[in-house]
Every structure is written in structure tokens, then in C-alpha cells.
């Protein structure tokens, strides 16, 4: 099978993205199984692989419905303000340093100038 990215899925690849590998049983109905192989044969899937690949996308979109809760829709969106805002304060903040230190080599070449 090949990944988006190129390659295929080696043991060594996959350990290193999902992490170590552990054997999960679980129960469906016979006719769904059939199928979901059939589907996942024509797709050049092996069983493993396209139930993993299902697994991710699951994790995916719930990841995504979990962020559009009410309750985590303001963290969401104070986060996002916090990665605009503050590198605008940093540039504002370097500005402002900048003219101060200007003000301030401009005061002292006028204190100078007139102590003459």
C-alpha cells in the first residue's frame, strides 16, 4: 500500500508514526466483514490497512467535532487570536524600542550640541 507522501507502510515506518503495535479483536457481523474486504481488496488494501486507515479517519474528523464544541470553540479561538496577536505585539514592541532608542540618540546629540 502506498501512503500519501510516497512509499509504502513498512513496520519500521509505521512504528514510527503510529508507534508500537498492539492486537485489537473486535466483533461484526459476518456480512460486513465480507464486504468491508471486498472494498478494501479493490482499494489495494489489506484488512490491517484499511481498518487502520478507517481508525485514523475516525480520530480525524472526531478530533474536529470535538473542537467545534461550544466549550472548546473559545479555547479554539483564543488560541488562534494568540498566535495573530502576539507576533503583531512583538513587531509593535521592536518599533517602539527602535524610536525610543531614536528619541533618546536624538536628545543626547542636542544635549551635546548645545553643551558646546
Known sequence: MTFIGGGKMTTENRERTIGKSVQVTLKVPESFL???????????????????????????QASQKLMNRPENVAQTIKQMMESIITPILSVAETFEQKEAQKKIELQTKISSGSSR
Open 34 to 60: 465480507k464486504r468491508f474486504d471486498e472494498v478494501s481488496e479493490m482499494l489495494g488494501y489489506s484488512r490491517n490497512e484499511a481498518i487502520r486507515e478507517a481508525m485514523r479517519r475516525f480520530e480525524e
